[in-house]
């Protein structure tokens, strides 16, 4: 099973590694990571740098694609050799899946067209104007594309590929291996959860506000 | 506030990218990727690559400590020159943290003797053997050492540390911000929770079996 997760500049390193820790972990597998060129690759907060160790040329029909999101997604959403790739690794895909605002990557590739998908919540109207029905869930599967909402939800979202894939056993036993039994100190972990004044000052500051 | 986080031949990627996403968002702090020699250093599975960009000599008194646990612990454990910078720059942090079996790295520095500790449920026992006295919780708080359960509990010690240092509120804003309202597709988490047979077999295939 070969699966290539799509690193970029300015992406969200958590975006990545949640499903990457989830999915290399399955028998048989391989994961990729791929980038327009090989090399170094800086996170959003730039003090992190991932490996690319193949070119998307390197790497034409993965069986799954993951699409992670962060700051660096703007520009990948006018990069027409990307979402060539996107598009032409997607028609022989088994799943195509993406985590955070990943979703509007697949969106301007045109995947997600009258489809229902999610995103990091700041950025549910830019997903609609993509064509896609924005749902508030954690993870949305349409066909074999499933998208995540922000940051964290790609282990949620791998967990359940797993189970896809390979059974509920193999997903449980790497649920039981990565110890994810959550227990944030807070629930503060979406809009409807956390205080209003918290809710009012990310919206503010976003980088999605008109 | 400078943060260090070690890394090392054989972590895991989680534990270090986990609480690395959620400390790099709390405000005037930076993030060093630490380890013996600056360069790229390779997780457990081998597919992914980190850049450490410096070197323990170049970071002497991090505020906070972070090390995370992974195959390549063991080494660590033997490692004088890496256990020295611990101890070292212990003595000087404000927080010593650990994610998975990096509590074993901390114990094999002398740190844990007497104290409650945690680490992956697979490791109590070696954990035992280092002095400490395991408690089968997600995070461990005993004076400024705080230790983390397996691989993903690291977010939640991530934020526990954020609340403790910089207050609730901005631990719940990056919560949110990294939209943390985690929803498991199953119970597994943990040895108390997930089925019998899955316990049974990781424990069986386990690298710390007797």
Redo the contacts between chains.
């Keep these: 099973m070969e699966i290539a997760i799509l690193l970029f500049d300015r992406f969200?390193?958590?975006d990545a590694?949640?499903p990457?820790?989830v999915l290399?972990?399955t028998p048989n597998s391989?994961?990729?990571?791929v980038a327009k060129e090989p090399g170094?690759i800086r996170d959003n907060?730039a003090?992190?740098?991932?490996?690319a160790?193949y070119s998307l040329a390197d790497v034409n029909s993965p069986e799954i694609i993951v699409v992670p999101g962060g700051p660096g997604q703007t520009a990948m959403m006018d990069d027409q050799y990307v979402l060539d790739w996107i598009r032409r690794a997607h028609k022989t895909s088994r799943w195509t899946t993406s985590v955070?605002t990943g979703s509007l990557i697949l969106g301007a590739a045109g995947l997600l067209k009258g489809l229902k998908a999610t995103s990091?919540?700041l950025a549910y109207d830019v997903l609609r104007s993509l064509g896609a029905e924005p749902v508030s869930e954690?993870?949305v599967i349409e066909g074999k594309i499933i998208t995540a909402?922000?940051?964290?939800?790609g282990?949620?979202m791998a967990?359940?590929l797993v189970?896809r894939v390979y059974g509920?056993?193999p997903?449980?036993?790497i649920?039981?291996?990565?110890?994810?039994?959550?227990?944030?100190?807070?629930d503060?972990?979406?809009?409807t959860?956390?205080?209003a004044e918290?809710?009012a000052?990310?919206r503010h500051q976003s980088r999605f506000r008109k």
Tied chains: 1, 2.
């Design positions: 969200t390193a958590l590694v949640g990457y820790e290399s972990r391989k994961v990729k990571f170094p907060i003090s992190l740098e991932l490996t160790e955070c990091h919540w954690r993870v909402a922000g940051v964290s939800a282990i949620d967990l359940t189970s509920h056993g997903a449980q036993a649920q039981l291996g990565i110890e994810y039994d959550p227990q944030p100190p807070f503060s972990g979406s809009p959860k956390a205080r918290i809710v000052r990310l």
